[in-house]
């Protein structure tokens, strides 16, 4: 939680300018605008740091958020309730629970300028492409929290993965690796195909295909390297979450093929 703590000193706000640094600077009631040019003029520091890269994903998260939660006109109990779990399963602090919905009912409003906040994400992230995935996965994840996503909230998703630098593939791929590979209830495991899907393999390929995707999804999330790019240590359980569930698509696929 070391960004936290140093946000807070108001070290860290002092990197910031542009809408991030506006976003961050409600947040938490500072003016950060003045700082920057501060540090600007000495060249102290630069994008890429690793604590200034977690800032940007926690304020980019939460306020783009919000703006999804909004896309089709309003905000509903469901989108209000994934939200707060996202939270809670971050395990946040009162401090960070208050700056998360202020950032959340910040990216509700109109005229949020979302190009310009996923534009200085990618900057701020030197286009760090697991960093990136891992930020686009929360946003649909909690987009389909309520078990359907709207046509709008979808084309803000797509729009959102297109700037990140994503194909419309790899993005659809997103949607099934956050469409819940937990099997219902009462189910032992979710369907083969499924599995196949999260996998992003179809039942045709050959077994050093089939290990080789598995392989490259758990590279991607793997928890300890995300940290190393720059995700905020609260988000390591969705990280967490993503390899266990990668991991029993590819066990289950396996077990299918040694059966046949």
Known sequence: MSWWGTLLGGTLGYMFGGPLGALLGAALG??????????????AFDSGQQERVQAAFFA?????????AKADGRVTADEITAARNIMNRMQLD??????????????KQDGFPLHEVIMQFRHECMRRRNLAQMFLEIQIATAMADGHVHASEKRILFTIGEQLGFNRSDIEHLFSLSSGTRPAP?????????????LGINKSASDVEVKK????LMSQHHPDKLIAKGLPEEMIKFATEKTQEIKAAYEQVKESRQSA
């Open 213 to 216: 995707a598995y392989r490259r």
């Open 186 to 198: 009462g189910k032992q495991r979710q369907s083969l195909s499924k599995a196949y899907e999260i």
């Open 60 to 68: 980019t998260t939460f306020s783009v958020m919000g703006h999804i």
């Open 94 to 107: 009162a401090q960070q629970r208050a700056a998360a919905i202020r950032l959340f009912n910040e990216g």
């Open 30 to 43: 500072r003016n950060f605008d003045r700082g920057l040019r501060i540090t600007d003029q000495h060249g």
